[in-house]
């Protein structure tokens, strides 16, 4: 199978081209899932589940664009007896082709990680050998190596909101549709802590709706999660209302959700308010120095007319304090998380 050259994703953006297979090359900037294409090794690296299996069915489907019969086989590195790696690339008695995926690296027995570093000089003509490594320090060598050696993709995880709202954007554009920016914002504000559960929400509003993408929409299909969302809550909060953020809370817990979220949302838009006060005199530039799109900058600027450094400097405090209740330190989770809702309320202003 000669390996494919990545051209034009399926987005219809341009494509990266890939790293020379050459040892001893200067290892280029990461591929992205969609730039994924076969090649005799590939390595699939970062912790986002749902891009590596992106990039790995990529990186099949091409191959079957090649050989619609070529043979796919998947190997688990955390189970990987020697030798298998071997065995499975081997040539058979009709030459055919063949993709092995080896994944879990990132927690792959010893053999496993010797016996993929050994492939990385001898690829085996005919065959794309795919590895995937979640991330950490495990196999340092192999990964290395496999760099400089081979095409990389990189899946990080997508931690901002500004990079989460890109990705939806793009989900939208691979399907032909566009949505309202407030749609966007909505839509990652209900979903945004799961990717995967991000991408089945634009995929829901895709299938299920026509035209250009309101925030209504998101709403008719999203809004009790929006409401009992722990950004939801922390906005009541942040804004001084006590009583709502309490009562989205409740109902948020009654419904079986878990504390620890919560207080990580509080947290979140507490630090883009510490983030945006401390850069307050730089004007727009703030914004690309935060990694943040101009409209959150814009958001935190206002929302710090209610607040005093006093003020910020005790809620963060009280979310602090929340946060290692609701991990162990505390005897009563929902109670921690429900004082720091309205410590950080009664924060504001002062």
Do not use: N
């Not at 000669?2 to 290892?27: I, K, L, M, T, V």
């Not at 802590?193 to 993408?213: F, K, M, W």
């Amino acid at each position: 199978m000669p390996p494919a050259a990545p051209s034009r994703s399926s987005s219809g953006s341009s494509s990266r081209p890939a790293r020379s297979g050459a040892r001893g090359r200067a290892a280029a900037p990461g591929l992205s899932w969609e730039d994924a294409a076969p090649a005799p090794v590939v390595l699939v690296t970062g912790p986002e589940e749902l891009l590596a299996e992106r990039a790995v069915a990529r990186v099949v489907a091409l191959a079957r664009e090649t050989d619609a019969d070529v043979e796919v086989t998947r190997l688990d590195a955390g189970t990987y007896v020697g030798g298998q790696l071997a065995v499975t690339t081997s040539p058979s008695l009709f030459a055919e082709d063949k993709v092995v995926v080896l994944q879990g690296l990132e927690h792959g027995s010893d053999d496993a990680v010797a016996d993929a570093l050994a492939y990385l000089s001898a690829p085996v003509a005919g065959v794309v050998v795919v590895l995937v490594h979640g991330g950490g320090t495990r196999g340092k060598k192999l990964l290395d190596a496999a760099r400089a050696a081979a095409p990389t993709v990189v899946c990080e995880r997508l931690k901002t909101p500004a990079d989460k709202e890109a990705f939806v954007s793009a989900e939208l554009r691979r399907a032909g549709r566009r949505a309202e920016r407030q749609a966007v914002t909505a839509l990652v504000e209900a979903l945004g802590s799961d990717l995967r559960e991000l991408a089945a929400g634009v995929a829901q509003l895709v299938a299920d709706t026509t035209g250009v993408i309101g925030v209504e929409a998101v709403h008719r299909y999203h809004g009790g999660r929006i409401e009992a969302s722990g950004f939801q809550v922390a906005d009541a909060a942040l804004a001084g209302d006590a009583g709502r953020a309490v009562a989205l809370l409740r109902h948020a817990l009654a419904t079986g959700l878990d504390p620890v979220p919560f207080v990580a949302a509080l947290a979140a838009r507490l630090r883009t308010l510490a983030k945006v006060g401390a850069l307050r005199g730089r004007g727009g530039s703030a914004a690309a120095a935060l990694g943040m799109a101009p409209w959150q900058v814009d958001r935190a600027l206002a929302e710090l007319r209610r607040w005093t450094p006093e003020g910020l400097a005790e809620a963060i405090g009280a979310v602090a304090q929340a946060d290692a209740e609701v991990k162990g330190e505390g005897r009563d989770r929902e109670f921690a998380v429900e004082r720091a809702v309205l410590r950080v309320a009664a924060a504001t202003g002062r």
